[in-house]
Nanobody, 116 residues
Framework: QVQLVESGGGLVQAGGSLRLSCAASGRIFSINIMGWYRQAPGNERELVAS??????SNYADSVKGRFTISRDNANTVYLQMNSLKPEDTAVYYC???????????WGQGTQVTVSS
């Protein structure tokens, strides 16, 4: 089975940093896009950042210049979060778009809390 394991969430003061990681394992043979979404209480889930197999990245306007997404050759995606703000507080979800098999997958989510 396919599994996405997320780590790196936690509690940090405003202005601090966290680094999230997500490792995909199982029957995923070719991954196209990997990304991070987040959802705060009462809000819809929103795209934070994504990165393609070719290394092309996209960011939400709210995190541009503060967050950096990256990936390695072992089906792992990272999200470096700097200059964190209280409004960044949310559950962050890893997402994987698979070419073969053709499918997509979600992680279980990791809590990020930024105190003021």
């Amino acid at each position: 089975q396919v599994q996405l394991v997320e780590s790196g969430g936690g509690l940090v003061q405003a202005g601090g940093s966290l680094r999230l990681s997500c490792a995909a394992s199982g029957r995923i043979f070719s991954i196209n896009i990997m990304g991070w979404y987040r959802q705060a209480p009462g809000n819809e889930r929103e795209l934070v950042a994504s990165i393609s197999r070719g290394g092309i990245s996209n960011y939400a306007d709210s995190v541009k210049g503060r967050f950096t997404i990256s990936r390695d050759n072992a089906n792992t995606v990272y999200l470096q979060m700097n200059s964190l703000k209280p409004e960044d507080t949310a559950v962050y979800y890893c997402h994987v778009d698979s070419v073969w098999p053709r499918n997509d997958y979600w992680g279980q989510g990791t809590q990020v809390t930024v105190s003021s």
